[in-house]
């Protein structure tokens, strides 16, 4: 089992930032991945980023340019830094891994960008 806890959400005004965390309760060096989705009222839920065990990095054209991912293998975390933040960018954020043939979800944190 592999447990992820998500933190950093809160409310902004557009144009701000927010930085995500995810820790993760096994060495992430052992996963495949870490990932974020985000999932708006009455929308589904979609890849926002995602970054693999070697480094690579993918992002969705929506957030290109302003959010970067990134991870920290000594603190079993990734985060998800979020600039320029628009107000459809409001949404809950949820991470994700791959480990041992299963998927793991956290359990969501809520961005929300208004003015």
């Known amino acids: 089992q592999v447990q992820l806890v998500e933190s950093g959400g809160g409310t902004v005004q557009p144009g701000g930032s927010l930085r995500l965390s995810c820790a993760a309760s096994?060495?992430?060096?052992?996963?495949?991945?870490m990932g974020w989705y985000r999932q708006a009222p009455g929308k589904e839920r979609e890849l926002v980023a995602r970054?693999?065990?070697?480094?690579?990095?993918n992002f969705a054209d929506s957030v290109k340019g302003r959010f970067t991912i990134s991870r920290d293998n000594a603190k079993n975390t990734a985060y998800l830094q979020m600039n320029s933040l628009k107000p459809e960018d409001t949404a809950v954020y949820y991470c994700?891994?791959?480990?041992?043939?299963?998927?793991?979800w956290g359990q969501g944190t809520q961005v929300t960008v208004s003015s």
């Open positions: 994700d891994t791959q480990h041992s043939g299963a998927h793991y």
């Open positions: 970054i693999t065990r070697v480094g690579f990095t």
């Open positions: 096994v060495n992430i060096f052992s996963v495949n991945y």
